[in-house]
């Protein structure tokens, strides 16, 4: 089975500094990988998906990832966060059978001033 | 255009009764899928619907849940006789295409169950 793994539970920045979120897979067949950002009472938005093309996606409000299969990972960067960055964020690979996602337990992201 | 939509948005219920939660997918779109998100964890898929199919029901937990989209585009999920353990964020997703990997799958805003 496919699943992903997101180190660290919370993750808080500065306003203005690096974001890093990492999230590490393991899958028996080539990844579909997914990035989705939860706001408070609101449901998922895609960020961005990696669908063996490039290696380093890029996706909305500046947001990219990079797929490393020496690494299984496919950490979440953005080279400046914003206050309003603050949300929790989903890591998901995309199941062999019908395209179910299989999500990790997310990451909370803080950006203080 | 319109998104995918979910009602009630909150839902308490007591202990032992039966709840049925709507989700309206974007028109048109064929695949569709229900997660449950507990408090503090990500989304475990439910089931999944290839318009009025249900080709997978592996994720419900319970012979108590239930779910149908009988004509291809509204889905309603149901669970009888509630228990606590069946506090969650219920959430809704579609997509276009047809058990695609790569397809993205558009979120509703979700349905929060409390049961007391």
């Known amino acids: 089975a496919q699943s992903v793994t997101q180190l660290g539970s919370h993750v808080s920045v500065s306003e203005g500094a690096l974001v890093l979120l990492r999230c590490n897979y393991s899958?028996?067949?080539?990844?579909?990988l997914f990035w989705y950002v939860q706001y408070p009472n609101q449901g998922l938005q895609l960020l961005l998906k990696?669908?063996?093309?490039?290696?380093l996606v890029k996706g909305i409000n500046g947001f990219e990832a990079e797929f490393k299969k020496s690494e299984t990972s496919f950490h979440l960067t953005k080279p400046s966060a914003h206050m309003s960055d603050a949300a929790e964020y989903f890591c998901?690979?995309?199941?062999?059978?019908?395209?179910?996602?299989?999500f990790g337990k997310g990451t909370s992201l803080l950006v203080t001033p | 255009g319109a998104g995918v939509s979910q009602s009630p948005r909150y839902k308490v219920a007591k202990r032992g009764q039966d709840v049925a939660l709507r989700c309206d997918p974007i028109?048109?779109?064929?695949?569709l899928f229900w997660y449950q998100q507990a408090l503090g964890q990500g989304p475990e898929f439910l089931t999944y619907?290839?318009?009025?199919?249900?080709?997978?029901k592996s994720g419900l937990p319970s012979d108590r849940f239930f779910a149908e989209r009988p004509e291809g585009s509204v889905s309603t999920l149901k669970i009888q006789r509630t228990q606590q353990e069946d506090s969650a964020v219920y959430l809704c997703?579609?997509?276009?295409?047809?058990?695609?990997?790569?397809?993205?799958?558009?979120f509703g805003p979700g349905t929060r169950l409390t049961v007391l």
């Open positions: 997703a579609s997509s276009s295409r047809t058990g695609s990997r790569t397809d993205t799958q558009y």
């Open positions: 899958s028996s067949v080539p990844p579909y």
């Open positions: 990696y669908t063996s093309a490039a290696t």
């Open positions: 998901a690979v995309s199941d062999f059978s019908f395209s179910a996602l299989n």
């Open positions: 028109s048109g779109h064929v695949s």
């Open positions: 619907f290839q318009n009025e199919a249900q080709l997978d």
